[in-house]
């Protein structure tokens, strides 16, 4: 896919980097030059705008987009304007980054495809990790249950993933488990990346050291697991 990424602060650089070592193709503008070159080197091509000049927008290729996200962060009304005229242009498929509950409210007045909320979501995924005592991803799948994505603790190291059974051991349900290794995005730029585990191909597998494992389940099992009850 084609992305147009507005705002290359640390999200939105954050964002254009993963995007572009997943093997899309990203563009990038931002109205500052310090931004624009810690990027340029990973992305596909990247311009030097005020991205609320309409003018300005329109040396963008718009119509060539699949789609449009505007990370704006610091300035709440930069980021409206650069919405507004992005709907002005055309664009059909936007994504906006809201830093308030009145920035989110002003964005969905404008009926776009996805508001974002990085701050609110992190510090929110960050009380689960700190619930669960463990240095973990979690993502809120109703008020009791998550799904946690966690380095492979010391306890399983070894141990073939056939023989655990994380349901009748732990009350916690497997999703998947990914290894590291080392890739190359259309640039060259060599980033680690992780690679999900064939497991019905090779039932021998054993839990290694840089492994990630996901489950499913309460945050009360989850930490009882870490606890290694």
């Known amino acids: 896919m084609r992305y147009l990424i507005i705002g290359l602060g640390i999200y939105g650089e954050n964002l254009a980097r993963d995007l572009a070592d997943m093997g899309h193709e990203v563009i990038g503008a ?5 931004h624009v070159d810690a990027v340029k080197d990973y992305i596909s091509t990247v311009y030097i705008i005020d991205s609320t000049e309409e003018s300005a927008l329109s040396v963008l290729p718009l119509d060539n987009i699949d789609l449009a996200i505007v990370a704006i962060g610091e300035n709440f009304g930069a980021s409206i304007r650069t919405v507004a005229l992005l709907k002005k242009a055309g664009v059909k498929h936007i994504y ?3 830093i308030d509950k009145l920035h989110e409210s002003i964005l969905e007045s404008f009926e776009i495809d996805r508001i974002i909320t ?3 979501r ?3 995924d960050l009380t689960h990790e700190m619930e669960l005592g463990s240095e973990i991803r979690t993502l809120g799948v109703d008020e009791d249950n998550v799904v946690a994505s966690f380095k ?3 306890f399983l190291l070894g141990l073939p993933y056939a023989e655990i059974d994380f349901m009748q051991r732990y009350g916690l349900e497997f999703v998947a488990a990914t290894r590291t290794r080392e890739k190359r995005n259309i640039l060259g730029i060599v980033r680690p990346e992780p690679v999900l585990l064939d497991l019905r191909a090779d039932s021998g597998l054993a839990v290694g050291e840089t492994d990630i494992i996901t489950l499913f389940g309460s945050r009360k099992r989850l930490q009882n697991f870490f606890e290694g009850k």
């Open 122 to 124: 992190a510090a929110a």
């Open 96 to 98: 906006a980054r809201a």
């Open 152 to 154: 492979a603790p010391a």
């Open 30 to 34: 931002d109205i500052k030059q310090s």
């Open 118 to 120: 990085p701050e609110q």
